[in-house]
């Protein structure tokens, strides 16, 4: 069992991850209907196929972990499915845990007909990073919209729409959802003081959802 299998129940019943304005938004954005065709990427707890699935779309669902329960076990960066497969495809709070998210994006326009929906948190400095790597082993990287606007174009993909969004996280239920405790939790606080609440129960970040289009149908 890997790292990621160990927090599939997390995930699952996660409220960051199981509703929102951004998950809404995302949703929307894939414009969802009866016997439309959709590939939720990194798929997690499962929260976007799930509303996809209520809306009638014939979803199928990818991620590296087994545990997570997907259709199929694939790594974003090698998605197992031919070019144009899907109407659209969607990826939710995962770019920022890719080892390579630009060929992760080449690969969301390979296997799309026509649409991309892309949701993740916006770089916003050096002590938020800091403190996302120390709680979380798997965080790789924050990027900030340009970085993500100009992997959406290297994959052929113009941009339609986009959204930012804040998003609150309690602080004690963040931290304990990866293990992180005593001084590294108490460090992790401290880089993010300035993004929380006055009381420092909660902090903030702010999540982007992009909508684009391929530029060339094949
Ligand atoms: C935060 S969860 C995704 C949340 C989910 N999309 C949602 O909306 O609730 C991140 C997921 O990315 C998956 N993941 C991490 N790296 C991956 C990769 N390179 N390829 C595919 N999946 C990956 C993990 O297994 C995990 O399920």
């Known amino acids: 069992m890997n790292e990621w299998d160990n927090r599939a129940a997390y995930y699952r019943a996660s409220p960051t991850h199981a509703e929102g304005d951004d998950l809404d938004q995302v949703v929307a954005w894939c414009e969802p209907g009866p016997g439309v065709t959709a590939l939720d990427v990194a798929s997690g707890?499962?929260?976007?196929?799930?509303?996809?699935?209520?809306?009638?779309?014939?979803?199928?669902?990818?991620?590296?972990?087994?545990?997570?329960?997907?259709?199929?076990v694939c790594q974003a960066e090698g998605l197992a499915f031919a070019d144009t497969s899907f109407e659209v495809v969607v990826c939710r709070l995962a770019v920022h845990h890719f080892r390579d998210p630009a060929q992760a994006v080449r690969e969301m326009a390979r296997v799309s007909r026509r649409l991309v929906v892309i949701e993740d948190t916006l770089l916003l400095d050096e002590r938020v990073q800091e403190a996302e790597r120390l709680r979380d082993s798997t965080h790789v990287s924050h990027y900030s919209r340009e970085e993500l606007l100009r992997m959406l174009a290297e994959a052929g993909l113009r941009p339609l729409a986009e959204a930012e969004l804040a998003k609150r996280h309690e602080m004690d239920d963040w931290l304990s959802a990866t293990g992180c405790a005593g001084d590294t939790a108490a460090t992790v606080r401290r880089l993010l003081a300035h993004v929380s609440s006055p009381d420092e129960r909660s902090w903030t970040d702010t999540k982007i959802v992009l909508k684009a289009e391929k530029t060339e149908r094949r």
């Open 45 to 72: 707890g499962g929260h976007v196929t799930r509303r996809l699935r209520e809306l009638g779309c014939v979803v199928t669902s990818c991620d590296l972990a087994a545990g997570m329960q997907p259709d199929v």
